[in-house]
């Protein structure tokens, strides 16, 4: 197993504690700001109920025997009289005769729109309260000393036996690599496309020797299962996405940009993520990185949540770990479907990353630490590389298939 | 030396841009008072000529004016309130602009201040390796 030039982040460098909590109090202050706000509305509403009432029960008697106050402290018997005449306000200073019933119904008018505001209000407090409740996770998190490590994406053979033994070893790392700063991404970009490119040459010369990749047919047969998944969050997206990158090579960083900016860009629908997964699954390498996207592809796709990017970090974040789990089983599968068809890479890639995208974003499901693939896979030789190409799924990806198996030789020696 | 007066201007400097990105901040705070009453009144206007439109011609609609109450003909009462919610729509409109105005000033400003900042961080870096 090859751990790469990893980095180790603790979690509580990314998103300091306190900063956390500060995030919380600032929110939950705002929240507190709406809860006023929506209990001077409901005030008003209880008023207004009350003068629909008496509005009403007014004309009833022609004349109503009251005590009128005088002044500040005093009070006269009365006589309440033309009982049925009404002068309503109708607003900024203007008023209208009316009966009973028609100001009954000014007034009711007025209610409904004092009830749309408080609806309008209270969609904000639950959005608030959603916020409040991401950073009170993040700042959990920070605290328990969870721990990101992010790894470059080594090309290395992909071995089923591998992947489950990563599975098992990482815990939340890998899960956590997804929060990579999406500032790396652009450098990482160039640093691969490079890479890339020179691994390509090499596979060519090299792909000539590893024509025997064995293929595994329960991986492969998962990965179909997998792909099936994916493939119903990415239509179109992802194979035209797959041609097109395609050309890219296979490499691990890759993935984990396109993961990252497809978590950068929560937002984003999900053809947009799924473009980005896809241009990440050509680069699909046994890396870590490479696990993560299966890993996501492996859960269910889930509708994009429109959060923030706050929330898009931690719904990645989680969905990490839930991506985890599923990948657990979608990694061997994925990646002997890599090895397996060199050109076929891009399609694996391809359906998971949109799936992963959308599932990034929104699952939240919980980390299955057992689950982890922390990203070491140990290169097989010739049998990773056919099962690779066989079982990568059916995008047009027609680039050189002997990138990926190269690059898996590369890693053998 | 010329370094301390270099830092202390560039101190001066950074204490000046400060100074008027807070000036900016606070416009910004306060156009978006002025904004949110304008749209309470917009609102409002538009409910009361809604109530109007529904009022039958011969109701009696009176003006608050101080502490008196003048009968107002109806269709003098529409023309007023629809004219003063054309009023407020160009007032919010305005307020917009100034505001956009407002924002980039500020931007611009933020990164004036990070500059001087940046010089003088080198500066004591340069000062303290001297």
């Given at each position: 197993m090859v751990s790469p030039r990893g980095e180790v982040t603790p979690f509580a460098s990314l998103f300091p504690v306190d900063e956390a909590h500060k995030a919380v109090k600032r929110v939950e202050e705002k929240i507190a700001e709406k809860q006023k706000e929506m209990d001077h509305l409901k005030e008003f509403i209880a008023d207004n109920n009350s003068i629909i009432n008496l509005v009403s029960k007014l004309p009833e008697e022609l004349h109503h025997d009251i005590m009128v106050p005088f002044g500040k402290a005093a009070f006269f018997p009365g006589r309440l009289i033309h009982t049925n005449e009404f002068v309503v306000?109708?607003?900024?200073?203007?008023?209208?005769?009316?009966?009973?019933?028609?100001?009954?119904?000014?007034?009711?008018?007025?209610?409904?729109?004092?009830?749309?505001?408080?609806?309008?209000?209270?969609?904000?407090?639950?959005?608030?309260?959603?916020?409040?409740?991401?950073?009170?996770?993040?700042?959990?998190?920070?605290?328990?000393?969870?721990?990101?490590?992010?790894?470059?994406?080594?090309?290395?053979?992909?071995?089923?036996?591998?992947?489950?033994?990563?599975?098992?070893?990482?815990?939340?790392?890998?899960?956590?690599?997804?929060?990579?700063?999406?500032?790396?991404?652009?450098?990482?970009?160039?640093?691969?496309?490079?890479?890339?490119?020179?691994?390509?040459?090499?596979?060519?010369?090299?792909?000539?020797?590893?024509?025997?990749?064995?293929?595994?047919?329960?991986?492969?047969?998962?990965?179909?299962?997998?792909?099936?998944?994916?493939?119903?969050?990415?239509?179109?997206?992802?194979?035209?996405?797959?041609?097109?990158?395609?050309?890219?090579?296979?490499?691990?960083?890759?993935?984990?940009?396109?993961?990252?900016?497809?978590?950068?860009?929560?937002?984003?629908?999900?053809?947009?993520?799924?473009?980005?997964?896809?241009?990440?699954?050509?680069?699909?390498?046994?890396?870590?990185?490479?696990?993560?996207?299966?890993?996501?592809?492996?859960?269910?796709?889930?509708?994009?949540?429109?959060?923030?990017?706050?929330?898009?970090?931690?719904?990645?974040?989680?969905?990490?770990?839930?991506?985890?789990?599923?990948?657990?089983?979608?990694?061997?599968?994925?990646?002997?479907?890599?090895?397996?068809?060199?050109?076929?890479?891009?399609?694996?890639?391809?359906?998971?990353?949109?799936?992963?995208?959308?599932?990034?974003?929104?699952?939240?499901?919980?980390?299955?630490?057992?689950?982890?693939?922390?990203?070491?896979?140990?290169?097989?030789?010739?049998d990773v590389l056919t099962a690779k190409s066989a079982t990568l799924p059916p995008s047009d990806s027609q680039s050189k298939p002997s990138r990926p198996v190269s690059r898996f030789k590369m890693q053998r020696r | 030396m010329a370094s301390p007066a270099a830092v202390r201007e560039l101190q001066r400097d950074l204490e000046n841009k400060a100074n008027d990105l807070s000036k900016i901040q606070k416009d910004i705070a306060k156009n978006h008072q002025v904004r949110k009453k304008y749209t309470i009144q917009l609102g409002e206007n538009e409910l009361v000529l809604k109530e109007l439109e529904l009022l039958k011609e011969e109701a009696n609609v009176y003006k608050l004016i101080g502490p008196v109450l003048v009968k107002q003909d109806l269709a003098e009462a529409n023309a007023n309130v629809r004219k003063r919610i054309e009023y407020i729509s160009a007032e919010l409109k305005r307020l917009d602009a100034a505001v956009q105005d407002l924002e980039e000033k500020q931007n611009s400003k933020r990164e004036a201040v990070l500059k001087v900042q940046q010089r003088m961080q080198a500066l004591q870096a340069g000062k303290a390796k001297a």
């Open positions: 306000l109708l607003g900024e200073g203007y008023y209208a005769e009316r009966t009973s019933k028609q100001t009954a119904d000014i007034l009711k008018r007025r209610g409904k729109a004092l009830d749309s505001q408080v609806e309008s209000l209270k969609a904000n407090i639950k959005d608030l309260k959603a916020e409040a409740s991401f950073f009170d996770t993040t700042a959990s998190e920070a605290a328990e000393g969870l721990v990101e490590i992010r790894e470059d994406y080594v090309d290395e053979d992909l071995g089923e036996e591998h992947f489950e033994s990563a599975f098992q070893g990482k815990g939340e790392s890998p899960g956590l690599n997804e929060k990579k700063h999406m500032v790396e991404e652009d450098d990482e970009y160039t640093r691969l496309m490079a890479r890339l490119d020179e691994l390509e040459r090499e596979e060519l010369a090299a792909e000539n020797d590893d024509e025997s990749i064995e293929d595994d047919p329960v991986a492969n047969g998962a990965l179909e299962d997998g792909n099936e998944q994916k493939e119903q969050s990415n239509t179109i997206e992802s194979d035209t996405v797959n041609s097109e990158h395609f050309q890219n090579a296979i490499s691990g960083d890759l993935l984990l940009y396109q993961t990252h900016s497809m978590q950068r860009k929560p937002q984003e629908q999900e053809k947009i993520e799924d473009v980005t997964a896809e241009a990440l699954c050509n680069k699909y390498q046994s890396d870590l990185s490479l696990k993560d996207e299966q890993n996501r592809t492996g859960s269910t796709i889930q509708p994009l949540p429109k959060a923030e990017n706050l929330s898009s970090k931690s719904s990645t974040h989680e969905t990490k770990r839930h991506l985890h789990n599923e990948k657990a089983s979608v990694l061997p599968e994925g990646k002997i479907e890599a090895m397996s068809s060199a050109t076929q890479p891009v399609h694996m890639q391809s359906a998971r990353p949109p799936s992963n995208s959308s599932k990034t974003e929104a699952s939240q499901s919980g980390f299955d630490s057992s689950k982890a693939f922390t990203g070491s896979i140990v290169e097989r030789s010739t | -």
